[in-house]
């Protein structure tokens, strides 16, 4: 019996999600470094993949902004500069520091605060946890904070920008990355936002990015 064609679309999406979600883990994680060029036989090999499907992973690769074309198109891992992550931090900033101003004026002010306070839980448990957990946690709570705003707008712009964010979450290592996901850190931004003062949770906000683009770029605690 000759198989559905659906079936066989539906097994090529979880191969291309499969590599995707394993390339994406070894960029972020730096098991993959900054620079290296991504040579698709030996790739689509270690992957046990077909090309064609690498393929399409890669192209999400470099929409998500982790990877990018060089000279001639080869693809590399994606190397930022003090400069782009500053840059970054500065979207960031006047993106989540949008969010908290119009948090903070909410009527169901309490039910937002609850729940970021659940997403700085999550961070807490999984301290302990390996650096893969612990970023997927710090990213949940920042794009909660965008996301109960409740403006698509800024949620999309966040959203695509995440590529980015997570190249930045590593580029000094390991160390440095650590100290930005304490979840006290976090906390300064959740009871700003629960006072209901607009201007004291932007504030917050950019304070918490300005603090934690220096500790990456000039290793400021």
Known sequence: MTAEPGFLRLEKTSLREQALSALRKAIT??????????????????????????????????????????ARGRLSVRHLDTKEIRDIFGVRAA?????????????????????????????????ASNLEDRIEADLRFHRTLCRLSGN????HSWSSLEGSI?????YAGVERALKNMDAK??????????????????????????????????GAA
Do not use: F, K, N
């Open 29 to 70: 994680t730096g098991q993959i470094r900054p620079g290296t060029h991504l040579v698709e036989t030996e790739l689509s090999e270690a992957l046990q993949i077909s090309r064609g499907t690498l393929r399409e992973a890669m192209r999400q690769l470099q929409q998500e902004g982790l990877i990018s074309a060089g």
């Open 166 to 170: 997570r190249m930045s979450i590593m």
């Open 185 to 218: 850190r976090h906390l300064e931004i959740v009871d700003a936002i629960e006072s209901g003062d607009g201007v004291a949770a932007a504030d917050a906000v950019r304070a918490h990015m300005a603090g934690a683009a220096s500790v990456l770029v000039d």
């Open 152 to 155: 698509e707008t800024l949620m």
């Open 95 to 127: 993106l989540e520091a949008l969010a908290a101003s119009e948090l903070a004026s909410r009527p169901d002010r309490a039910d937002v605060v609850a729940e970021l306070r659940g997403a700085v839980e999550d961070m807490e448990r999984w301290a």
